[in-house]
C-alpha cells in the first residue's frame, strides 16, 4: 500500500513487508569483517521472565493472565477512531479475563494511514501536524490517553508497540558515501564507495523540539534502500567518517540482518542512545503503560536492546515492566541464545509454536498431535514465551502469510489458553468481526475457552497423548479453584467419538463432569479418579466439574 512511497521515502513499503520468514545463509564473498554473531549464552541464573514481570494480574495472583492484540493491520472504524473503539471495549475486555492489551505503534507514521510501523516520530502521539495530519491512522493523542486511563480503571495493562529498529518519511535528501551491498548477502559489496543521496534527515518541523530536540541525520543510520540521485533500489550501506557498517549484534540471516527496511537505525551511535533511552520512560509515564513488544528484535542490536531494556524499567521504576521481543523465526535454536543472553530481562513469542500450529491446520489428520509443542520454546522455555495463535502479520496476503486454519484454529488456542505453559495472547481478527479474517464460529468458540480459561485452566497438567489424532490432558485445579479436562482432534469429520480414559484424581472420585464446549454430555468419575472423557472428530472438547 506505501508504493507511492518509493522515491519519497526511499523505502517500498508494501502491506505485510516486514521480514522473511526464513533464509538461509548466502555464499559469497564478504567485504565488512566478520558476519554477525548470535548473542553469548550466559547463566540464566535471574529466574524465568514472565515470574519476574507485571501480566495485570496484581489483585488476583492466581489468575490466569491473557493478553490481546488489540488491532489487525488493515484495522479501521467508519464510526469512531480505533482509540475510541479500544475504550469502549475494554470493560468487556477485563469481564472475559484479559489482564493486557497490546496496543498498535502510537506513533506518528510516514504516511496517513500508517500503521506506525512507518515509524516517523516517536515523540508524537497524534498532537502535532506532521505527515498531512495532526491524529494518527488510530486516533488523536487525546483520545489514546482516554483510552488508557479507562484501562486503568479496569484494571488492563496497555502494552506499547515500540518501533525503534528503523525510520521513515524523511523531512529532506541529504548527500554521504555509500556502498551496495547484496541483498541475499549484505556482507558482500556489490560497489565501490560512492556518493549518493538518501531521504535521512528527520527534521520534525511539525512538533518544535518538544519532548526532543533531536534532529536526525545519515550519521544516525547504516543504511537505506533508495538513492533518490540515480533512483534505484536497493540495499545500500552508509560509509564514511564515523560510520562503523552494520551492527555485528544482529540476526545471521543474509550474512547479517542489521538492515530490515526504510532507513536502519545505528543503536551504536550514543545520540540515537540517549533519545531512546529518554524516551521508554516517557511513553510509560505518559500513558500508563505497563510494558512494550519490541518489535524486529533480530534486527537491532542486542547490546543496546537489553541496555534499553534494564535501563527503561530502572528510569522508570517499574522494576516489573512487561517486555516480549518479536523474533522471526520458526528455528527454536536461533531463539535459545537471545533468551540465555536476556536473563530474564525479556520474553519472546513462541513463533516456532506458530509454524508448527500453522503446519497441523494445513496438513490435517496427517500431522502427528503429539509433536506440536516438539521443538518449541513452550517445551524447552516455558517461563521465557508468549504464545500465540496468529497476529497481524500472519493473515493471508502478508509478506509472513502463515494462518492457522480454521480446521485447526480452536484446537490451537484451546492448546494455547487451556495449557500452562507460556503466556498466551489471542489475536483480535479471531476475536471481533473485520474483513480480513474474521469467522463467527471461530469466534464464538474462542470466546468459550476464554472463559473456560478464565475458570477452570488451573493446576498441574498430565498429559493423556493416546494417538496421533487425538490427544488430552488434565489440569489438576488448586485449592481455590477447579481444574479441567481437555482433547484435540484433528481427525476428519467421518469415525466415531474419540474416547480417552484420564485421571481427575480420587479426590474427584464420585464427581459428574459436564462438557463446556457442547451440552449435554456427562462423564461419572470412578471410585479412583478416572473417568471415560470423548471428543467429536476435528475439534476440541472440555470437561469440567459439575456445579
Given amino acids: 500500500m506505501f508504493s507511492d512511497l518509493h522515491k519519497r521515502f526511499a523505502n ?12 538461509a545463509r548466502p555464499a559469497g564473498g564478504a567485504s565488512q569483517a566478520a558476519a554477525a554473531a548470535p548473542p553469548p549464552a550466559v547463566h540464566h541464573s535471574a529466574g524465568p521472565g514472565l515470574s519476574r514481570m507485571r501480566l495485570g494480574t496484581e489483585d488476583d495472583p492466581e489468575q490466569n493472565p491473557l493478553m490481546i492484540e488489540f488491532f489487525t493491520w488493515d484495522a479501521l472504524r467508519d464510526d469512531m477512531s480505533w482509540w475510541q473503539h479500544l475504550e469502549q471495549e475494554l470493560p468487556e475486555l477485563a469481564r472475559m479475563g484479559i489482564t493486557q492489551v497490546w496496543i498498535p505503534p502510537p506513533n506518528k507514521a510516514a504516511a496517513k494511514t500508517g500503521r506506525g510501523y512507518d515509524a516517523y516520530d516517536i515523540w508524537d ?58 541483498t541475499q548477502n549484505r556482507l558482500k559489496e556489490l560497489s565501490k564507495v560512492h556518493e549518493i543521496e538518501g531521504w535521512t534527515a528527520f527534521d520534525f518541523p511539525g512538533r518544535g523540539g518538544k519532548y526532543s530536540k533531536m534532529k536526525w541525520t545519515q550519521e544516525h543510520f547504516t543504511g537505506l534502500d533508495w538513492d533518490q540521485r540515480t533512483q534505484q533500489q536497493g540495499i545500500y550501506r552508509i560509509a564514511g567518517k564515523g560510520h562503523h557498517g552494520w551492527s555485528r549484534n544482529v540476526g545471521t540471516e543474509f550474512g547479517n540482518y542489521d538492515y530490515l527496511l526504510g532507513v536502519d537505525i545505528d543503536h551504536r551511535h550514543p545520540e540515537v542512545q540517549e533519545d531512546f533511552l529518554r524516551w521508554g520512560p516517557w511513553m510509560l509515564e505518559t500513558l ?77 489428520e496427517r500431522y502427528d498431535l503429539r509433536d506440536l509443542t516438539s521443538s518449541t520454546l513452550s517445551r524447552l522455555r516455558p517461563g521465557d514465551c508468549v504464545t500465540f495463535v496468529d497476529n497481524h502479520d500472519t493473515v493471508e496476503g502478508m509478506d509472513l502469510e502463515s494462518w492457522v486454519e480454521e480446521n485447526f484454529k480452536i484446537q490451537a488456542y484451546a492448546l494455547i489458553l487451556l495449557r500452562p505453559e507460556g503466556y498466551p495472547c ?91 464446549m457442547t451440552q449435554g454430555g456427562e462423564v461419572q468419575i470412578d471410585a479412583h479418579g478416572w473417568g471415560e472423557f470423548s471428543c467429536f472428530a476435528n475439534a476440541v472438547q472440555v470437561w469440567v466439574p459439575a456445579e
Fill in 12 to 23: 517500498v513499503f508494501r502491506p505485510g513487508h516486514r521480514r522473511t520468514q526464513s533464509a
Fill in 288 to 364: 500508563g503503560a505497563a510494558g512494550f513488544r519490541i518489535d524486529a528484535a533480530k534486527h537491532i542490536d542486542y547490546k543496546f536492546m537489553l541496555q534499553w531494556i534494564t535501563a527503561t524499567r530502572r528510569n522508570a521504576q517499574e522494576p516489573r515492566m512487561f517486555c516480549v521481543c518479536e523474533f522471526w523465526s520458526g528455528d527454536v535454536k536461533l531463539i535459545l541464545p537471545y533468551i540465555r543472553a536476556f536473563e530474564g530481562e525479556a520474553v519472546f513469542f513462541d513463533v516456532p509454536l506458530h509454524m508448527r500450529l500453522c503446519e497441523a491446520s494445513r496438513k490435517r
Fill in 426 to 516: 489471542i489475536f483480535y481478527g479471531d476475536l471481533y468481526p473485520n474483513k480480513k479474517c474474521y469467522n463467527a464460529n471461530t469466534a464464538a468458540n474462542l470466546r468459550r475457552l476464554i472463559e473456560a480459561r478464565r475458570l477452570y485452566a488451573y493446576g498441574p497438567v498430565q498429559d493423556y497423548n493416546a494417538g496421533k489424532n487425538c490427544i488430552g490432558f488434565v489440569r489438576g485445579g488448586t485449592a481455590r479453584r477447579p481444574g479441567c479436562v481437555v482433547l484435540l482432534s484433528n481427525r476428519d469429520e467421518a469415525g466415531p467419538l474419540h474416547t480417552i480414559r484420564m485421571n481427575v484424581g480420587p479426590a474427584r472420585a464420585g464427581a459428574i463432569y459436564r462438557s463446556y
Fill in 125 to 182: 502521539l497524534g498532537e502535532f501536524d506532521q505527515k498531512g495530519m495532526v491524529r494518527t491512522r488510530w486516533g488523536s493523542k487525546e483520545e489514546l490517553l482516554r483510552a488508557c486511563h479507562t484501562a486503568k480503571q479496569v484494571k488492563v495493562d496497555v502494552i506499547v508497540d515500540a518501533v525503534i529498529n528503523h525510520k521513515l518519511g524523511a523531512d529532506r535528501v541529504e548527500t554521504f558515501p555509500a556502498v551496495r551491498v547484496d
